[in-house]
Each structure stands twice: as structure tokens, then as C-alpha cells.
Nanobody, 115 residues
Framework: QVQLVESGGGLVQPGGSLRLSCAAS????????MGWYRQAPMKQRELVAV???????NYADSVKGRFTISRDSAKNTVYLQMNTLKPEDTAVYYC?????????WGRGTQVIVSS
């Protein structure tokens, strides 16, 4: 089993920045890919960004150039640096870890972008 705990969410004004963190524990190793998803009210959960075990990254078109995903394998932690935030980025952000058929989720952290 893998446990994921997100932190760093909150209320921020449009144009501001936040950095989310996700600490993984349990039976995780560097072969796991890790990523961030988000779910806005009345919408389906969507991929935000992912980083593979080899360090390759992929982003949703809506966040390219504004968000950066990174991982510290020594700390089993993945980060999401979010800049130039927009009201449409408001959502619950979930950390995800995957390895083959195994897929784990955190409980989420709320991000609200509002003036």
C-alpha cells in the first residue's frame, strides 16, 4: 500500500502562485510515476500534470507554461508549482501515484483562486 498526503492548498488571488506538495509513504519506490489531478465542482476529475519514473513530464494544455511538476525521489515527494493562477484553476487537487496496475490517490487539497 501507498499513502499520499497533499498539502499547500489555499485561497489565492488571480495571478498569484501556490506550491502543492505530496508526500508518499508505504510501499513506494522510484519506479512509481506520480502526478496531479484536479476536480472542480460539477466537473470530472482531470489530469493536470504527471512525472514518470524516468522524469518525463506531461501537462494538460490548460496549465502548460504556468504549472511545473517536479519530484524528489529521495523524499518520495512530488510538487506542483502553480503560477499565474486563474479562477478556472479552482478545484480540489489530488495526488496520484501509479505503477503498472497499481493506482493510489490522496485525499486532496483545495485550491481557490478568487479576488
Amino acid at each position: 500500500q501507498v499513502q499520499l498526503v497533499e498539502s499547500g492548498g489555499g485561497l489565492v488571488q488571480p495571478g498569484g502562485s501556490l506550491r502543492l506538495s505530496c508526500a508518499a509513504s508505504g510501499s513506494i519506490h522510484s519506479s512509481y510515476g506520480m502526478g496531479w489531478y484536479r476536480q472542480a465542482p460539477m466537473k470530472q476529475r482531470e489530469l493536470v500534470a504527471v512525472v514518470t519514473n524516468s522524469g518525463r513530464t506531461n501537462y494538460a494544455d490548460s496549465v502548460k507554461g504556468r504549472f511545473t511538476i517536479s519530484r524528489d525521489s529521495a523524499k518520495n515527494t512530488v510538487y506542483l508549482q502553480m503560477n499565474t493562477l486563474k479562477p478556472e484553476d479552482t478545484a480540489v487537487y489530488y495526488c496520484n501515484s501509479y505503477f503498472g496496475p497499481k493506482n493510489y490517490w490522496g485525499r486532496g487539497t483545495q485550491v481557490i483562486v478568487s479576488s
